[in-house]
């Protein structure tokens, strides 16, 4: 029997590497920090060794499929399978970015949607009965987001397919290139359309987990909060500690 083993996806800094600690705490198997950046990853690595924690480093991209794809084999190679999947890495643009709208639009839906969906496309497979997957999403993540009464409600549609998601999240990103993002009732958020995404997308990914013959399949989408990170500008109120509780719980 392979032993058991965690994954965690952007886990070098922040919520990822509150996360990590907890699993190492808490997990009865090997926890993997996963990291963009190999000298950051082993950084990280090497701080939760000072604290008698042992998690292992992989490094992983999740914008380069073939990334993920080395990675994918070597769970293959080592385990044959795959318990815990905590998906964290994401971007989001500051606030006084002078970067345009069009870019952050396909910027930020590549990452924080369509390159989590490869990572999910890639691992799914792997997934052992009793699995459990942490789709990372926001407080930006609720429809209440979205300004459009008709995009919400083609979101919020109970039978909304995959296919059907990412040609919205694909029009979203052509609405901002067109500048009628806002007319089409989009909003001005990117880092907003593309947590909504992905809180739709795990409600798809659960529906396919309940017909899937391994036995107790669960994803669930999380929102830490307001959380004192690189990504809020350290202006949350809660800290990565506190914020990693929320996706803590799902993953026992």
């Known amino acids: 029997m ?13 919520i990822g590497f509150c996360i990590v600690k907890f699993l190492c705490q808490k997990f009865d198997g090997d926890v993997y920090l996963t990291a963009r950046d190999e000298k950051r990853g ?12 042992h998690p292992k480093f ?42 345009p ?18 990572v999910c496309k890639e691992l799914f497979p792997l997934l052992r009965p009793h699995a459990r997957v942490v789709n990372v999403s926001s407080m930006c993540g609720m429809l209440k987001v ?20 990412v040609e919205l999240m694909k029009k979203f990103v052509q609405d901002s290139k067109d500048g009628v993002n806002v007319k089409n009732g989009w909003g001005q958020s ?16 659960q529906r396919e987990f309940d017909k899937d013959s391994r036995s107790d399949l669960v994803v ?6 307001y959380v004192d990170t690189d990504m809020t500008s350290h202006r949350g109120p809660l800290t990565p500690d506190q914020g990693k509780l929320s996706s803590l719980s799902h993953t026992e």
């Open 2 to 14: 392979s032993s058991r083993v965690a994954v965690v996806t952007g886990g070098n800094k922040g």
């Open 190 to 205: 990117a880092y907003n359309v593309s947590k909504v995404g992905v809180t739709v997308l795990s409600f798809i990914q």
């Open 146 to 165: 979205i300004p459009g009464q008709e995009l919400r409600d083609k979101l919020n549609n109970p039978n909304i397919t995959l296919e059907e998601l």
């Open 101 to 118: 709208f069009a870019e952050q639009a396909e910027v930020t839906v590549k990452t924080n949607f369509f390159s989590t969906l490869s």
């Open 58 to 99: 992989h490094q992983l991209d999740i914008d380069d499929l073939e990334s993920i794809r080395k990675f994918r084999d070597h769970l293959k190679q080592n385990y044959e399978g795959l318990d815990v999947l905590v998906n964290n890495a994401g971007i989001a643009y500051k606030h006084n970015t002078t970067a």
């Open 42 to 53: 082993n950084a990280a690595v090497a701080e939760l060794n000072k604290m008698l924690l």
């Open 220 to 225: 669930n989408a999380v929102h830490p909060g």
